[in-house]
Structure formats: structure tokens, C-alpha cells
């Protein structure tokens, strides 16, 4: 207004010139002018002024310049008045215009004209003269791009009056660069009635200003309407804002009266989704009410019962903002949100469950500082952090203390308790860098490892350096004798120069796998030391008297020791064993620590016990050897001699009888971890054949594989070579038959053919037969043939006859129809025996009780009985003893001479004795 009054007055009570000077505005006038409008700060300078001793006066240019230059132009302006007026106390324009005006940025403040703490009140200014502007029109009014972050065109039109501290105005601004968008202000204030009638329309197109300096997502075309009136300490206003047309946000705004400076009321609320960006509209949703009672003065703006009630969240509480020094804040704020999953992307996380927190806030942003504390309870949270989540299950305690000051940033605490954990931290930040401290227990650190019972503790420092190097001391200790430590540095460059020691229970690293069991400790002190990765790490690790027990094949190794040296990027393995079954075991060679993990690996086995206690035992010796990566191709070759061999042909059907479904409920994490293990458990996997590992092993045995069983009592001898790969063995050769008999009741016939062969997935399969005449005359074939686990035994005959009638001339000599009711009985115990469910014999239990290979009833040509018993007494030296009933004796003695070869030699109590070479060739 003052831009108006000064060289109004000026105008007006200046001499009127003579005609001869008409010619000197811009010497006397427009210097006059250019003087009045100016102060500190502000430059004006004029040019082209013309007119001012007419009803009509014109300036060509005005410019305001402040420190940073030129800030504003006003080009080709006119102004129509009335100097009459003056005289009566009045300030008359018909009309004010300019063609060009441009504000390029807002102009620099000086420090006097600043905000000041204390509140004035609202008032127009009383000025000495009445003011009556009838028309103001602007038709190109340019905002740089610095006032509202683009350049833009304007054109105004409006009018405005001020007399006795009563005014009004009504203004419109509308866009004239292409764009849509106009701004309407009527408003009229009175300074003795107090009374503001105020409306405010804005309405622009689809990526207006202020769709833009709102960030409101996709730009929409925006509305925005206030409408208000009433005294100053009762005045009410409604609110409205639109998008696209359609009402997004709406409420009052209600002054109430204060003793010191002013307050209102604030009540809003609506579907805030479509201006909000998605993060943020997921936690409001689609209906958020806002209320507060805001009071401002002495640069102070309160808040009271503030409370915000969204679909997530509900915040409740106060604030305070201002005083002394400007901006100053404090806040008590309660938040409740029912599902924290709707903070997931706005965090970032796979945040879920629900929590209220207490927030408490005193912070000052011109110093830079502030001290906030949070504590809250959260149920069920759910971060996404797969190694975190287990602990968070059911109630979650949070307490954070936190301080910026002029020492520097303080964490005074982080608190987390769980019913599965507890974590504490601390940590200071400042210009001489970074330390923390931690102290974390895990009260179920089962629910991370399974079958890991036990307090697991782990705590320590780190402090990063101002050039950016971090010093790391911790340690954790655990169930099982778990210990470690870290002691070292990690430097910015992603390299590290620190070492690593302490203890290991086996049993964590099998509680990963169902198919290995370990017991014992490893001891490791490593290093680490240059670019973080696998490469890095050396040292060794140390196992002594551990266990290893490999349930699938029932097979465990005790008394297992030896080292793991580690060194660029692979392992070194030279470990010894002891199978609990007998025999030892040497593990050597070197495996790579990074995918595909290629190895080269040897064991060695020294009469190694293999079982299986339902249908086979034995010992193994040789060397097997793995080259290749473990993730696929590797190659498994090797040379295995069997030992002394017994395979049993069972007396039953072996299988696995058929669980129904049973499910066990409230399980556990260590009974779930076991039933898992066991292949038992509703997260247990389904496994193929395992790696596609090629093989080329060789299974020798020239002799002592025993198979007894339904009757059977047979020696063999041969060798198999394994092919193919590990899900699809290929077994090429067989054991053949050396010796053996089959026993039905009191009849012996001599075994005349005989196969053991691998079949499948390492499964034995036989074929043994015996041919005989049966005193009827009848050519008999007795033949057991299939699994080992359940052969078939069939009878056969020449001339052909039905089973039972083969089985009556076999074992009693006379036809079927020709047998008694006890001759029956015995007919069906033999059937029993060759169907399997004859037993084990007492001349077997005999044998097996007294270590013996071979133990037999025999009878000779005259009818006489003698005991025979047979034993290897060394690696190809057989002998046995027949002893009869009649006192007579005779030992011989067979030894193996490789090949088809055999010597042999026997003795009698008689004196008599015989020595030979034999040739034997099975065809």
C-alpha cells in the first residue's frame, strides 16, 4: 500500500509547475519517487515517468533490486486518479494497470523485517488517508521458476478498498501459459467489529502448481475451497479439497477466544489414499479423522488432544512447537495399529502382527538437537528377516533411548525381550566415529537351530574409526560347550584383518542334515585376513574323540580324530576313525569351499564291519576315492576285498509295516527336529537318489560268503564291479557257488549250481539249487531264487509232477496218496521250512554260538553218524574236523592257490593221509 501512498501524496501536494518544466518529471518527480519507495535493503529505480500533473500518469519501467540484484519489473503501467480527492482526505484510482510485471524470485528479507516471537494480533493499518482502488489489472504477471519451482504466467484482475481500519478486496489470478488453473480471494475484515468474512477458490488442471508442491500422486486436477466468517475469536470456517472433481478432504476450522494470542479448533478428515503415495495411503486407508485444539501465540503453536484415526493407526497425544528458539518441539505421542503389515512397504521389511507404542520427543531443529524415547509393546511381530523372526513370537518389549547433543548422537538403549531372546545395545556416534556395544541372549535358540537346547550369549564392541576402519571384540557362548571369539579389524575397502578362535559341538553342524549324526567337538583357530570371502580364511581346525553315526546305513565311526587345515579358499581334510562295529578308517584329501565344491578325496578302509542285522554281515578293506565336484559330477572309484561274509535268508518276509496316520500334536521344536531326522515329520522332504555321482567300485571275495538260511548252509565266492551312478546302480558279475547243502528234515542234498548278484540299489539276490533222485525214481530240482530279503523257493521234477507230490517222493519216497496222518505232519514242516517259517535250526545256533564256518550231521554209506565242523584259519586256508560216532576222526586241511586251484590234504586216526592239487571250474 505504501508502493500507492507515497507518490500519491507527492503528487498531490506538489506546486503545480509551469509548462517550461513539464519536461523535468524524471529530475524532480521521479527522483522524489524513486527516493520515497526505497529503504534499507530495497533499490527502486523509474524510468519513463510521464503524466503526473494529469488525471492519468505513466511509468515506462520500475525495478526493485535488494543485495542479490534485480527481483522484480514492472513494465508499461498506467494509473487514472483523482487528485481532488486528496484534498479531502481520500486516495481515489479509477483503475491501476501494467502490461508486464515479473517477480523472478522472492526478494531477501533483512534481518529487521524478520519473524519476531511475539504475536501482534491481527489488525489492517490505520492510515491518515482513505484508499479506494477501483480497478487493478495485470496482463502478464511472471513468476520465475524459483518463487513456485516453475515459470509461470498470470493474468490478474481485481479491486480494493482501506478506510478507518475497514477493508476489503476480492482478487483473480488466472493461467494464461496453456496451463488451467485461477485463483478468486474476496475478503473483508473490520478492525472494531473483529469480524473476517474470507472466501478462497482455487481450482487447476491436471499438473498444476499446486498438485506439484504438494508431491500428490499422478498430478490430478485439484480443487481446493475455504469459506469463512465471523469474529476473530469465533470465526468458522469450511474447508474442502477435490481431486478430479470429487471431494477427497473436508472440514472446520473454528477460532475460540484466548487470553494471549489466538486458538482454534481443527476437525478434517476423508479419503486422503488418492493424495497420499501408496506406502503412506496403505496405513491411512480410506477414511482418516483428524482433530486437535491448536493454540498460537508468543511464537508458540500448541497442541492438544490431538488425535489421528486412520484404517492402521490410531496416534493420540500433544505437541508444542516454538519459543525461544523458533522452532523448538516437544511431543507425547501414543500409536496403536492393529496390523503392522501395512507398514511393510513403507518400511521396506515383511512387517507384520500388531503393537502400540509411546513416543516422547524434545527436539530443537535450528541447534540440531533433540532426545526422544519409544517403548512399546508389539504381538506376534514379524520383521522378514528369517533369522529374527523365531524370536519375535508372542509378546515383544521395545524400549529406545535416544540424544543428539554437542558431544554427538547417543543410542543410551535398545532393549528387545522376548520370550525367546533378550538384546540390548548401545552406541555413540561423534566426530571421532562409531561404538557400539551389544549383549544379546537367546533363550530358545532352538527355534532357530533345531535340537540347539540352551542359552546361546553373545556380546562384544565395535568401533568404526573416523577413516572408516572397524574394530570388532565379541564372543558368544552356548549349549554343548559352544564358544567363539572375534578379535580384529574390517576396514571400508571390504578387506578384514582378524582372527577367529574357539570351540564347535559336531552336533550343530549335523543337526542340518537327517542322514548324519556327530558327536564331539571341533577346536578352530582361523584367520581372516584380506578381501572378505572364503579366500580369506586360514587356519586350522582340530577334532578329537568325536562320534559319527550314519542311521540310513547303520553305520557309526567313534574315536574319530584328526585335522582340517584351511587355506585359499579349501580344506585339507587327514582324519581317523574307528567304525563301532570293528574296523578302521583314514579320510584324506582336499575339497574347495565355494560352489561346485570339487574334490579330491580318498578312504581307506581296514576291515570295516558292515551289517545289516536281518540279512547280511561282513568286513570291507580297500580304497575308495571321490574326484570331482560334490554339487553333481564327481566320480567315485575304488577297490573293496569282503572278508568273511554271512548273508541270512530270512526266516520271514522283511519289510517295514505300514504306519497309519498319526499326527503329533504340540510337538516340540526337538521332537519336531527328531521325527524330521527320521522321516517322520510334516516338513519332511522327499529326496531323489541323491547326486548324480558316476561310479566304477569293484567288490571282491574269492571265497567265505556264507549263505545260510531255510535249510541253506552254502559257501561262495566271486567278485562284482559296480557301474552307472549313485541313483542308478549298474552291478556286473556274481559270487558263485564253492560248497553248500540244503537240510529238509533228515534229508541232505548237495547244492549243484549256485549265484549271488547285486541288484537295484545294492540289494542281494541268489539263486541256489540242488538236483537229487528220490527213492521213487523221480528226478527232483529243489531251486530258491530272488531277493535276498524274499526268495522263492520252487520244486521241479522229471517226469513233472505237482509240488506236494515232488515234496511227498522227496522227503518220505513214496507217493502222496501213499502217506499217513504223521508222515503229513512231517511233509508240512518241510513245506514250512523251505517257505521260510521253519526257524533257525539248533545245529545252526551250534555253529554260530562256538564262531564256526561250518557245521554239519553227516551219514555214511553203512549207516554211521559223525559231526563235521569246518574254519577259516586264515585268509585262504580252510579246514575242518569229521568226527564219528564210532571214535574214528579226520582233519583236512584246503588251501586256496589262486584261481581254479586248490591244494588239499587230510589226515585220519586210522594212519591214513592223502595230499592233491585240485582243478575246479564252474560252467
Given at each position: 500500500?505504501?508502493?500507492?501512498?507515497?507518490?500519491?501524496?507527492?503528487?498531490?501536494?506538489?506546486?503545480?509547475?509551469?509548462?517550461?518544466?513539464?519536461?523535468?518529471?524524471?529530475?524532480?518527480?521521479?527522483?522524489?519517487?524513486?527516493?520515497?519507495?526505497?529503504?534499507?535493503?530495497?533499490?527502486?529505480?523509474?524510468?519513463?515517468?510521464?503524466?503526473?500533473?494529469?488525471?492519468?500518469?505513466?511509468?515506462?519501467?520500475?525495478?526493485?533490486?535488494?543485495?542479490?540484484?534485480?527481483?522484480?519489473?514492472?513494465?508499461?503501467?498506467?494509473?487514472?486518479?483523482?487528485?481532488?480527492?486528496?484534498?479531502?482526505?481520500?486516495?481515489?484510482?479509477?483503475?491501476?494497470?501494467?502490461?508486464?510485471?515479473?517477480?523472478?524470485?522472492?526478494?531477501?528479507?533483512?534481518?529487521?523485517?524478520?519473524?519476531?516471537?511475539?504475536?501482534?494480533?491481527?489488525?489492517?493499518?490505520?492510515?491518515?488517508?482513505?484508499?479506494?482502488?477501483?480497478?487493478?489489472?495485470?496482463?502478464?504477471?511472471?513468476?520465475?521458476?524459483?518463487?513456485?519451482?516453475?515459470?509461470?504466467?498470470?493474468?490478474?484482475?481485481?479491486?480494493?478498498?482501506?478506510?478507518?481500519?475497514?477493508?476489503?478486496?476480492?482478487?483473480?489470478?488466472?493461467?494464461?501459459?496453456?496451463?488451467?488453473?485461477?485463483?478468486?480471494?474476496?475478503?473483508?475484515?473490520?478492525?472494531?467489529?473483529?469480524?473476517?468474512?474470507?472466501?478462497?477458490?482455487?481450482?487447476?488442471?491436471?499438473?498444476?502448481?499446486?498438485?506439484?508442491?504438494?508431491?500428490?500422486?499422478?498430478?490430478?486436477?485439484?480443487?481446493?475451497?475455504?469459506?469463512?466468517?465471523?469474529?476473530?475469536?469465533?470465526?468458522?470456517?469450511?474447508?474442502?479439497?477435490?481431486?478430479?472433481?470429487?471431494?477427497?478432504?473436508?472440514?472446520?476450522?473454528?477460532?475460540?477466544?484466548?487470553?494471549?494470542?489466538?486458538?482454534?479448533?481443527?476437525?478434517?478428515?476423508?479419503?486422503?489414499?488418492?493424495?497420499?503415495?501408496?506406502?503412506?495411503?496403505?496405513?491411512?486407508?480410506?477414511?482418516?479423522?483428524?482433530?486437535?485444539?491448536?493454540?498460537?501465540?508468543?511464537?508458540?503453536?500448541?497442541?492438544?488432544?490431538?488425535?489421528?484415526?486412520?484404517?492402521?493407526?490410531?496416534?493420540?497425544?500433544?505437541?508444542?512447537?516454538?519459543?525461544?528458539?523458533?522452532?523448538?518441539?516437544?511431543?507425547?505421542?501414543?500409536?496403536?495399529?492393529?496390523?503392522?503389515?501395512?507398514?511393510?512397504?513403507?518400511?521396506?521389511?515383511?512387517?507384520?502382527?500388531?503393537?502400540?507404542?509411546?513416543?516422547?520427543?524434545?527436539?530443537?531443529?535450528?541447534?540440531?538437537?533433540?532426545?526422544?524415547?519409544?517403548?512399546?509393546?508389539?504381538?506376534?511381530?514379524?520383521?522378514?528377516?528369517?533369522?529374527?523372526?523365531?524370536?519375535?513370537?508372542?509378546?515383544?518389549?521395545?524400549?529406545?533411548?535416544?540424544?543428539?547433543?554437542?558431544?554427538?548422537?547417543?543410542?543410551?538403549?535398545?532393549?528387545?525381550?522376548?520370550?525367546?531372546?533378550?538384546?540390548?545395545?548401545?552406541?555413540?556416534?561423534?566426530?571421532?566415529?562409531?561404538?557400539?556395544?551389544?549383549?544379546?541372549?537367546?533363550?530358545?535358540?532352538?527355534?532357530?537351530?533345531?535340537?540347539?537346547?540352551?542359552?546361546?550369549?553373545?556380546?562384544?564392541?565395535?568401533?568404526?574409526?573416523?577413516?572408516?576402519?572397524?574394530?570388532?571384540?565379541?564372543?558368544?557362548?552356548?549349549?554343548?560347550?559352544?564358544?567363539?571369539?572375534?578379535?580384529?579389524?574390517?576396514?571400508?575397502?571390504?578387506?578384514?584383518?582378524?582372527?577367529?578362535?574357539?570351540?564347535?559341538?559336531?552336533?550343530?553342524?549335523?543337526?542340518?542334515?537327517?542322514?548324519?549324526?556327530?558327536?564331539?567337538?571341533?577346536?578352530?583357530?582361523?584367520?581372516?585376513?584380506?578381501?572378505?570371502?572364503?579366500?580369506a580364511l586360514s587356519g586350522r581346525m582340530t577334532v578329537e574323540n568325536a562320534r559319527v553315526a550314519l542311521p540310513?546305513?547303520?553305520?557309526?565311526?567313534?574315536?574319530?580324530?584328526?585335522?582340517?587345515?584351511?587355506?585359499?579358499?579349501?580344506?585339507?581334510?587327514?582324519?581317523?576313525?574307528?567304525?563301532?562295529?570293528?574296523?578302521?578308517?583314514?579320510?584324506?584329501?582336499?575339497?574347495?569351499?565355494?560352489?561346485?565344491?570339487?574334490?579330491?578325496?580318498?578312504?581307506?578302509?581296514?576291515?570295516?564291519?558292515?551289517?545289516?542285522?536281518?540279512?547280511?554281515?561282513?568286513?570291507?578293506?580297500?580304497?575308495?576315492?571321490?574326484?570331482?565336484?560334490?554339487?553333481?559330477?564327481?566320480?567315485i572309484a575304488g577297490e573293496l576285498t569282503l572278508g568273511e561274509t554271512e548273508i541270512r535268508v530270512p526266516t520271514?518276509?522283511?519289510?517295514?509295516?505300514?504306519?497309519?496316520?498319526?499326527?503329533?500334536?504340540?510337538?516340540?521344536?526337538?521332537?519336531?527336529?527328531?521325527?524330521?531326522?527320521?522321516?517322520?515329520?510334516?516338513?519332511?522332504?522327499?529326496?531323489?537318489?541323491?547326486?548324480?555321482?558316476?561310479?566304477?567300485?569293484?567288490?571282491?571275495?574269492?571265497?567265505?560268503?556264507?549263505?545260510?538260511?531255510?535249510?541253506?548252509?552254502?559257501?561262495?565266492?566271486?567278485?562284482?564291479?559296480?557301474?552307472?551312478?549313485?541313483?542308478?546302480?549298474?552291478?556286473?558279475?556274481?559270487?558263485?557257488?564253492?560248497?553248500?547243502?540244503?537240510?529238509?528234515?533228515?534229508?541232505?542234498?548237495?547244492?549243484?549250481?549256485?549265484?549271488?548278484?547285486?541288484?537295484?540299489?545294492?540289494?542281494?539276490s541268489i539263486r541256489l539249487v540242488a538236483q537229487t533222485t528220490a527213492r521213487t525214481g523221480t528226478e527232483v530240482?529243489?531251486?530258491?531264487?530272488?531277493?535276498?530279503?524274499?526268495?522263492?523257493?520252487?520244486?521241479?521234477?522229471?517226469?513233472?509232477?505237482?509240488?506236494?507230490?515232488?515234496?511227498?517222493?522227496?522227503?518220505?519216497?513214496?507217493?502222496?496218496?501213499?502217506?499217513?496222518?504223521?508222515?503229513?505232519?512231517?511233509?508240512?514242516?518241510?513245506?514250512?521250512?523251505?517257505?521260510?517259517?521253519?526257524?533257525?535250526?539248533?545245529?545252526?545256533?551250534?555253529?554260530?554260538?562256538?564262531?564256526?564256518?561250518?557245521?554239519?550231521?553227516?551219514?555214511?554209506?553203512?549207516?554211521?553218524?559223525?559231526?563235521?565242523?569246518?574254519?577259516?584259519?586264515?585268509?585262504?586256508?580252510?579246514?575242518?574236523?569229521?568226527?564219528?560216532?564210532?571214535?574214528?576222526?579226520?582233519?583236512?586241511?584246503?588251501?586256496?592257490?589262486?584261481?581254479?586251484?586248490?591244494?588239499?590234504?587230510?589226515?585220519?586216526?586210522?594212519?591214513?593221509?592223502?595230499?592233491?592239487?585240485?582243478?575246479?571250474?564252474?560252467?
Open positions: 500500500m505504501r508502493a500507492l501512498l507515497v507518490p500519491a501524496l507527492v503528487l498531490a501536494l506538489a506546486p503545480l509547475p509551469a509548462p517550461a518544466q513539464e519536461g523535468d518529471d524524471k529530475s524532480f518527480l521521479a527522483g522524489l519517487l524513486e527516493g520515497a519507495l526505497s529503504d534499507t535493503g530495497r533499490d527502486v529505480t523509474i524510468e519513463g515517468f510521464a503524466g503526473a500533473l494529469s488525471s492519468t500518469a505513466t511509468i515506462d519501467k520500475l525495478t526493485i533490486a535488494d543485495s542479490g540484484g534485480i527481483w522484480l519489473v514492472l513494465e508499461g503501467a498506467e494509473m487514472q486518479w483523482n487528485r481532488a480527492a486528496l484534498l479531502q482526505g481520500r486516495i481515489e484510482i479509477g483503475a491501476i494497470s501494467a502490461q508486464r510485471v515479473t517477480l523472478s524470485r522472492l526478494p531477501v528479507l533483512p534481518p529487521s523485517e524478520g519473524l519476531t516471537p511475539e504475536a501482534k494480533g491481527f489488525a489492517l493499518p490505520v492510515l491518515p488517508v482513505a484508499i479506494d482502488l477501483g480497478a487493478l489489472s495485470i496482463g502478464d504477471l511472471t513468476l520465475g521458476a524459483p518463487v513456485l519451482g516453475q515459470e509461470v504466467h498470470l493474468a490478474a484482475q481485481g479491486r480494493a478498498s482501506l478506510e478507518g481500519g475497514a477493508g476489503d478486496t476480492r482478487l483473480t489470478v488466472v493461467r494464461i501459459d496453456g496451463q488451467d488453473g485461477f485463483v478468486r480471494i474476496d475478503g473483508a475484515f473490520d478492525n472494531e467489529t473483529k469480524v473476517l468474512d474470507l472466501t478462497l477458490a482455487l481450482n487447476e488442471g491436471a499438473g498444476g502448481i499446486a498438485a506439484k508442491a504438494l508431491g500428490l500422486p499422478g498430478e490430478p486436477p485439484l480443487g481446493l475451497n475455504v469459506a469463512g466468517h465471523g469474529p476473530l475469536d469465533g470465526f468458522a470456517a469450511d474447508l474442502s479439497l477435490a481431486t478430479n472433481g470429487q471431494e477427497r478432504l473436508g472440514g472446520h476450522l473454528t477460532t475460540l477466544p484466548a487470553d494471549n494470542g489466538a486458538a482454534m479448533q481443527i476437525a478434517l478428515g476423508g479419503d486422503l489414499t488418492v493424495l497420499l503415495p501408496a506406502d503412506i495411503a496403505q496405513v491411512i486407508g480410506h477414511d482418516a479423522r483428524l482433530t486437535a485444539s491448536a493454540h498460537f501465540g508468543g511464537g508458540v503453536v500448541d497442541l492438544q488432544d490431538l488425535s489421528l484415526r486412520a484404517d492402521a493407526l490410531t496416534v493420540t497425544g500433544a505437541a508444542r512447537i516454538g519459543g525461544q528458539s523458533g522452532l523448538a518441539t516437544e511431543a507425547r505421542l501414543h500409536v496403536e495399529t492393529p496390523d503392522l503389515g501395512l507398514f511393510a512397504s513403507l518400511a521396506g521389511m515383511d512387517l507384520g502382527g500388531a503393537g502400540q507404542f509411546d513416543l516422547s520427543l524434545r527436539a530443537d531443529p535450528m541447534a540440531g538437537l533433540f532426545d526422544a524415547t519409544i517403548d512399546g509393546v508389539a504381538q506376534d511381530a514379524r520383521s522378514g528377516i528369517a533369522v529374527l523372526d523365531p524370536l519375535l513370537a508372542g509378546e515383544a518389549r521395545l524400549h529406545i533411548a535416544g540424544r543428539r547433543g554437542v558431544e554427538g548422537m547417543t543410542l543410551d538403549a535398545l532393549d528387545v525381550t522376548t520370550q525367546a531372546a533378550r538384546i540390548n545395545a548401545t552406541a555413540v556416534l561423534n566426530s571421532l566415529g562409531l561404538t557400539t556395544t551389544f549383549d544379546t541372549t537367546l533363550n530358545e535358540p532352538e527355534k532357530l537351530v533345531a535340537g540347539l537346547i540352551g542359552p546361546l550369549q553373545a556380546s562384544g564392541q565395535a568401533t568404526r574409526l573416523d577413516g572408516g576402519e572397524w574394530l570388532v571384540n565379541a564372543d558368544a557362548k552356548g549349549p554343548g560347550g559352544i564358544y567363539a571369539e572375534i578379535v580384529g579389524s574390517l576396514f571400508e575397502n571390504g578387506e578384514a584383518d582378524a582372527g577367529l578362535k574357539g570351540r564347535l559341538p559336531l552336533a550343530l553342524v549335523a543337526l542340518a542334515s537327517r542322514a548324519v549324526q556327530m558327536g564331539g567337538e571341533a577346536v578352530f583357530d582361523m584367520a581372516l585376513k584380506g578381501p572378505l570371502g572364503i579366500d540310513s546305513l547303520g553305520q557309526s565311526v567313534e574315536a574319530l580324530g584328526g585335522t582340517v587345515d584351511v587355506a585359499a579358499g579349501a580344506a585339507q581334510l587327514a582324519l581317523q576313525g574307528r567304525a563301532a562295529g570293528g574296523g578302521d578308517l583314514t579320510l584324506g584329501g582336499r575339497v574347495t569351499l565355494m560352489a561346485p565344491f570339487g574334490a579330491s578325496l580318498g578312504l581307506d578302509l581296514d576291515r570295516l564291519a558292515l551289517a545289516d542285522p536281518a540279512l547280511y554281515r561282513t568286513t570291507a578293506s580297500g580304497r575308495v576315492t571321490l574326484e570331482g565336484p560334490l554339487t553333481g559330477a564327481a566320480h520271514e518276509s522283511i519289510g517295514t509295516a505300514a504306519l497309519p496316520d498319526v499326527a503329533h500334536q504340540g510337538a516340540s521344536a526337538a521332537v519336531a527336529a527328531t521325527l524330521d531326522r527320521a522321516g517322520l515329520g510334516p516338513h519332511t522332504a522327499t529326496t531323489g537318489g541323491g547326486p548324480a555321482y558316476t561310479i566304477d567300485l569293484g567288490l571282491s571275495a574269492p571265497d567265505r560268503i556264507f549263505v545260510r538260511g531255510r535249510g541253506v548252509d552254502a559257501e561262495m565266492g566271486g567278485g562284482v564291479r559296480l557301474g552307472g551312478s549313485l541313483d542308478a546302480l549298474r552291478p556286473e558279475g556274481q559270487f558263485n557257488l564253492i560248497r553248500g547243502r540244503l537240510d529238509l528234515l533228515d534229508q541232505r542234498f548237495v547244492l549243484t549250481e549256485g549265484a549271488l548278484r547285486l541288484e537295484g540299489r545294492f540289494l542281494p530240482t529243489v531251486a530258491l531264487d530272488g531277493p535276498a530279503t524274499e526268495p522263492v523257493v520252487t520244486l521241479t521234477s522229471n517226469p513233472s509232477l505237482p509240488e506236494d507230490e515232488i515234496l511227498s517222493q522227496l522227503i518220505l519216497g513214496r507217493n502222496l496218496s501213499e502217506i499217513g496222518p504223521l508222515q503229513a505232519v512231517q511233509l508240512a514242516s518241510a513245506a514250512a521250512t523251505l517257505a521260510g517259517r521253519g526257524g533257525v535250526g539248533i545245529v545252526d545256533k551250534i555253529r554260530s554260538r562256538f564262531g564256526l564256518d561250518d557245521l554239519d550231521v553227516v551219514t555214511d554209506g553203512n549207516g554211521g553218524t559223525a559231526v563235521r565242523a569246518g574254519k577259516y584259519i586264515g585268509e585262504n586256508i580252510y579246514s575242518d574236523v569229521t568226527v564219528g560216532t564210532d571214535g574214528s576222526a579226520e582233519v583236512s586241511l584246503n588251501l586256496d592257490l589262486g584261481g581254479p586251484y586248490t591244494a588239499r590234504g587230510t589226515a585220519t586216526t586210522t594212519g591214513a593221509t592223502s595230499l592233491g592239487i585240485f582243478y575246479e571250474k564252474d560252467y
